[in-house]
């Protein structure tokens, strides 16, 4: 009889779980290809790691088995593929949790191996055949109702009673941390300067929708209607956080702003000054979140001459769209996402635009990117092969950074096959194209850097028309009504818009804490690929995301709707962890490097 993939699966985890049970890392090593990887969030290591080949393995297992004491690794379905090629979802347990990992074997070796933390054992979610009875069935004089305990504990948190967790930023990283925080039980504050939920979305300029499309875009444990669009405008995603933030019953301070924040070290606690609907609020939480978004304070390039210009300039994020642009001159430094829906909507205004490129762009279509990049893992297709959002979030983990540009390359060689003729009319109209250095296209542009790229929604072909007139090379200066290129090249305007991106998230610590803190946090975002804007050394997780920072019980959380939603598993469990005075033994803290 051939091995079966689920007889080669099982074999693997029975060998692998006796050489751990046994503390024989050795007997470990020899179940693992000598290129290997293996990624863990939290379940080993307390931290969000990648162990690259087995002296790096064994390294891990040699500090962490005596805490961890793996255990029951089984598989949690059958395995797929065959005897040589095995992928697995596997099930297992460590002392203080439940986890859930995903093996790929080759050849009876394991290749990459995923292991994650799903949940504390004694400190489950309160779900399922474990949800709260939520009334008590006798009759008592003086009962309170579930609105008046939540208005009585809500008119408490913060002013009598202090809770665990503050975060800063209530856009939708926030509000999806806070959720999972509100289910495990931890108290939280959420901080917010805008007026209600989903601000952060409303106050964007008004042609707005998500570029990724609706199956990739949940929110933890709620998802979106079946029906919604695949490309949700974004009013539409600003009313859902609203109303989510309400029946997730999250303490959403809304019209407050953090002014300052200090680790006060006699008390082992934060000391966060906030201004709530213009009250001061001293906040004492043991642990504190900044979920500012994916990047940090807007970054405008300082160019000769600014001062002197007569008309309107503003960076991207306050451009508010809409308005009669009829006979205006509008020139947008910059060729990335922001700045081609933002040409596109001066140019259905009525303006005169022109694009101001200064370095080439990776340009996706839309449909393509949905069909080749996520169609397998987010789609309708997906979900009738039984590929759920979960199951596609730790799919698309399971592919190491280090590998994942392999993975990658193929997947935009098609695209650049598929749409050759769109991609030859882009570089006739005298754009700069490019699919990332290595050719790994988009997403790695994004983990690296987070800027470089165009999903394009219909804004192409604005520039292929001509409609949006291009402009290549670098700005000299700006006079009092032109942008001047390097080349001599003057461009009239009436308004400069600077969709120039944004800089480390860093930066808010740096003027809500100190210098000092922000430094030793370091540089957030990107992984070491020593690409152009992530430079070395290689680390091999997003920098500081969702993990212990070099600060005391400071955490950054952000990313896209996608690792917002996925990521937050991992950084409530840490939080509620730390809640409970649980022992978290961090594994290889990662080095600060790069400072702002």
Same mark, same amino acid.
């Given at each position: 009889?051939?091995?079966?993939?689920?007889?080669?699966?099982?074999?693997?985890?029975?060998?692998?779980?006796?050489?751990?049970?046994?503390?024989?890392?050795?007997?470990?090593?020899?179940?693992?290809?000598?290129?290997?990887?293996?990624?863990?969030?939290?379940?080993?290591?307390?931290?969000?790691?990648?162990?690259?080949?087995?002296?790096?393995?064994?390294?891990?297992?040699?500090?962490?088995?005596?805490?961890?004491?793996?255990?029951?690794?089984?598989?949690?379905?059958?395995?797929?593929?065959?005897?040589?090629?095995?992928?697995?979802?596997?099930?297992?347990?460590?002392?203080?949790?439940?986890?859930?990992?995903?093996?790929?074997?080759?050849?009876?070796?394991?290749?990459?191996?995923?292991?994650?933390?799903? *949940? =504390? @054992?004694?400190?489950? &979610?309160? !779900?399922?055949?474990?949800? $709260? +009875?939520?009334?008590?069935?006798? %009759?008592?004089? /003086?009962?309170?109702?579930?609105? *008046? =305990? @939540?208005?009585?504990? &809500?008119? !408490?948190?913060?002013?009598? $009673? +202090?809770?665990?967790?503050?975060? %800063?930023?209530? /856009?939708?990283?926030?509000?999806?941390?806070?959720?999972?925080?509100?289910?495990?039980?931890?108290?939280?504050?959420?901080?917010?300067?805008?007026?209600?939920?989903?601000?952060?979305?409303?106050?964007?300029?008004?042609?707005?929708?998500?570029?990724?499309?609706?199956?990739?875009?949940?929110?933890?444990?709620?998802?979106?209607?079946?029906?919604?669009?695949?490309?949700?405008?974004?009013?539409?995603?600003?009313?859902?956080?609203?109303?989510?933030?309400?029946?997730?019953?999250?303490?959403?301070?809304?019209?407050?702003?953090?002014?300052?924040?200090?680790?006060?070290?006699?008390?082992?606690?934060?000391?966060?000054?906030?201004?709530?609907?213009?009250?001061?609020?001293?906040?004492?939480?043991?642990?504190?979140?900044?979920?500012?978004?994916?990047?940090?304070?807007?970054?405008?390039?300082?160019?000769?001459?600014?001062?002197?210009?007569?008309?309107?300039?503003?960076?991207?994020?306050?451009?508010?769209?809409?308005?009669?642009?009829?006979?205006?001159?509008?020139?947008?430094?910059?060729?990335?996402?922001?700045?081609?829906?933002?040409?596109?909507?001066?140019?259905?205004?009525?303006?005169?635009?022109?694009?101001?490129?200064?370095?080439?762009?990776?340009?996706?279509?839309?449909?393509?990117?949905?069909?080749?990049?996520?169609?397998?893992?987010?789609?309708?297709?997906?979900?009738?092969?039984?590929?759920?959002?979960?199951?596609?979030?730790?799919?698309?983990?399971?592919?190491?950074?280090?590998?994942?540009?392999?993975?990658?390359?193929?997947?935009?060689?098609?695209?650049?096959?598929?749409?050759?003729?769109?991609?030859?009319?882009?570089?006739?109209?005298?754009?700069?194209?490019?699919?990332?250095?290595?050719?790994?296209?988009?997403?790695?542009?994004?983990?690296?850097?987070?800027?470089?790229?165009?999903?394009?929604?219909?804004?192409?072909?604005?520039?292929?028309?001509?409609?949006?007139?291009?402009?290549?090379?670098?700005?000299?200066?700006?006079?009092?009504?032109?942008?001047?290129?390097?080349?001599?090249?003057?461009?009239?305007?009436?308004?400069?818009?600077?969709?120039?991106?944004?800089?480390?998230?860093?930066?808010?610590?740096?003027?809500?804490?100190?210098?000092?803190?922000?430094?030793?946090?370091?540089?957030?975002?990107?992984?070491?690929?020593?690409?152009?804007?992530?430079?070395?050394?290689?680390?091999?997780?997003?920098?500081?995301?969702?993990?212990?920072?070099?600060?005391?019980?400071?955490?950054?959380?952000?990313?896209?709707?996608?690792?917002?939603?996925?990521?937050?598993?991992?950084?409530?469990?840490?939080?509620?962890?730390?809640?409970?005075?649980?022992?978290?033994?961090?594994?290889?803290?990662?080095?600060?490097?790069?400072?702002?």
């Amino acid at each position: 009889m051939p091995e079966t993939a689920n007889g080669v699966a099982e074999a693997w985890l029975a060998q692998f779980e006796e050489a751990l049970h046994s503390n024989n890392t050795e007997a470990a090593l020899e179940l693992f290809e000598d290129e290997s990887y293996w990624r863990d969030f939290v379940s080993f290591t307390w931290n969000l790691k990648t162990l690259e080949g087995k002296p790096e393995i064994k390294r891990m297992l040699d500090a962490t088995l005596p805490d961890v004491q793996p255990s029951n690794w089984k598989l949690a379905e059958d395995a797929t593929g065959d005897a040589a090629n095995v992928e697995a979802w596997v099930d297992f347990e460590t002392a203080q949790a439940r986890g859930h990992a995903h093996l790929r074997l080759r050849n009876g070796k394991c290749w990459t191996l995923l292991t994650t933390m799903q *949940e =504390l @054992k004694g400190f489950e &979610e309160k !779900k399922g055949p474990n949800r $709260e +009875q939520g009334v008590a069935h006798h %009759i008592s004089k /003086g009962r309170k109702s579930w609105l *008046e =305990l @939540k208005e009585e504990q &809500e008119a !408490k948190l913060g002013y009598e $009673e +202090q809770p665990n967790t503050v975060i %800063i930023g209530g /856009g939708q990283g926030g509000i999806g941390l806070g959720a999972r925080l509100r289910r495990l039980g931890v108290s939280t504050i959420i901080v917010e300067k805008n007026e209600r939920p989903g601000d952060s979305w409303r106050n964007r300029y008004k042609s707005l929708h998500l570029h990724d499309p609706v199956w990739y875009d949940h929110l933890p444990y709620m998802k979106f209607p079946d029906d919604w669009p695949v490309f949700a405008a974004k009013d539409k995603i600003g009313d859902w956080l609203e109303h989510y933030t309400r029946i997730m019953e999250l303490n959403y301070w809304s019209k407050t702003e953090c002014t300052n924040a200090r680790w006060d070290a006699d008390r082992g606690e934060w000391e966060v000054s906030v201004m709530r609907d213009g009250e001061p609020v001293t906040l004492r939480p043991k642990q504190l979140v900044f979920a500012l978004g994916v990047s940090g304070y807007p970054n405008v390039p300082v160019f000769d001459g600014a001062e002197s210009f007569l008309g309107q300039q503003y960076h991207s994020s306050k451009h508010p769209g809409g308005g009669d642009w009829t006979g205006k001159k509008a020139v947008v430094i910059g060729s990335n996402n922001s700045a081609h829906d933002i040409c596109a909507d001066l140019w259905e205004h009525g303006a005169d635009v022109t694009m101001v490129q200064r370095s080439s762009t990776h340009i996706a279509r839309s449909e393509s990117l949905m069909d080749l990049a996520l169609g397998d893992l987010y789609s309708e297709k997906a979900l009738s092969n039984g590929v759920t959002t979960e199951k596609a979030d730790l799919l698309f983990a399971s592919l190491p950074y280090r590998i994942l540009p392999e993975a990658q390359i193929p997947v935009y060689q098609q695209m650049a096959a598929r749409d050759a003729e769109f991609y030859s009319q882009l570089e006739a109209a005298g754009f700069d194209l490019d699919f990332g250095v290595d050719g790994s296209g988009l997403f790695l542009k994004y983990l690296r850097r987070g800027s470089g790229y165009y999903i394009d929604v219909g804004a192409s072909q604005l520039i292929i028309d001509g409609r949006v007139k291009l402009a290549n090379g670098q700005v000299s200066k700006i006079t009092g009504n032109a942008v001047v290129m390097a080349d001599g090249t003057e461009l009239e305007a009436d308004v400069i818009i600077y969709a120039t991106g944004y800089g480390s998230m860093n930066g808010w610590l740096a003027d809500l804490v100190s210098p000092e803190v922000a430094d030793a946090v370091g540089k957030c975002w990107g992984f070491g690929s020593d690409t152009p804007k992530d430079p070395g050394p290689w680390e091999g997780e997003l920098r500081n995301m969702w993990k212990p920072t070099n600060v005391q019980n400071l955490w950054i959380h952000g990313g896209n709707l996608h690792q917002s939603r996925h990521y937050s598993t991992y950084l409530a469990l840490q939080l509620k962890a730390r809640a409970e005075g649980l022992p978290t033994p961090v594994y290889e803290l990662q080095p600060s490097h790069h400072t702002r």
